[in-house]
T-cell receptor, first 115, second 113 residues
Framework: ETGVTQSPTHLIKTRGQQVTLRCSSQSGHNTVSWYQQALGQGPQFIFQYYREEENGRGNFPPRFSGLQFPNYSSELNVNALELDDSALYLC??????????????FGPGTRLTVL | SQKIEQNSEALNIQEGKTATLTCNYTNYSPAYLQWYRQDPGRGPVFLLLIRENEKEKRKERLKVTFDTTLKQSLFHITASQPADSATYLCALDQMWNNNDMRFGAGTRLTVKP
């Protein structure tokens, strides 16, 4: 059984650019959630995908968008990058959606720096 | 406004003692609460989940309590070890609000030998 993987591990972009982050969920999991974690803070929920459909969204602007593929892997896209987007981006997979009380398995994260 | 407060930014204890971490919340009605461990540069690792109708949950040296009247959860690590040093995060569900899971800022625990 493979764990949650994310790519790339680190990324440096400039303001205004666009970025795509990738996540492979744990084998057998059909739900992926994305979080943004600023230094010294807890993760902040961006959105969740369940069986390829968006299943919940936090307080993030529309320039944060996502996709989930038939194999349940997922992408997070951020357009028009701002300096405040610099953070650790985490994805977490689970079985059946957060509402079914299942634990989430987090990936190691992608560290995004916006200059 | 909604708030999740974890007792302090940092907690230092001696090896062998019991560490007690606090998670207080305001203006939430979670159906369950989770505790995670996070090491520097890594993603959080799930430790325990406790439902609103459960008072206490145990797993090896870990114990979690959940008091929905006080709006508080306590997380205990007994017989603490230096390997327990990490940041511990509590997280509340919001199943009624777009499945938005809310995390506290965490408490950094250091266990000294």
């Amino acid at each position: 059984e493979t764990g949650v993987t994310q790519s790339p591990t680190h990324l440096i972009k400039t303001r205004g650019q666009q970025v795509t982050l990738r996540c492979s969920s744990q084998s057998g999991h059909n739900t992926v959630s994305w979080y943004q974690q600023a230094l010294g803070q807890g993760p902040q929920f961006i959105f969740q995908y369940y069986r390829e459909e968006e299943n919940g969204r936090g307080n993030f602007p529309p320039r944060f968008s996502g996709l989930q593929f038939p194999n349940y892997s997922s992408e997070l896209n951020v357009n028009a990058l701002e300096l405040d987007d610099s953070a650790l981006y985490l994805c977490a997979s689970s079985l059946g959606g957060v509402s079914s009380y299942n634990e989430q398995f987090f990936g190691p994260g992608t560290r995004l720096t916006v200059l | 406004s909604q708030k999740i407060e974890q007792n302090s930014e940092a907690l230092n204890i001696q090896e062998g003692k019991t560490a007690t971490l606090t998670c207080n919340y305001t203006n939430y009605s979670p159906a369950y609460l989770q505790w995670y461990r996070q090491d520097p540069g890594r993603g959080p690792v799930f430790l325990l989940l406790i439902r609103e109708n459960e008072k206490e949950k145990r797993k090896e040296r870990l114990k979690v309590t959940f008091d929905t009247t006080l709006k508080q959860s306590l997380f205990h690590i007994t017989a603490s070890q230096p390997a327990d040093s990490a940041t511990y995060l509590c997280a509340l569900d919001q199943m009624w609000n777009n499945n938005d899971m809310r995390f506290g800022a965490g408490t950094r625990l250091t266990v000294k030998p």
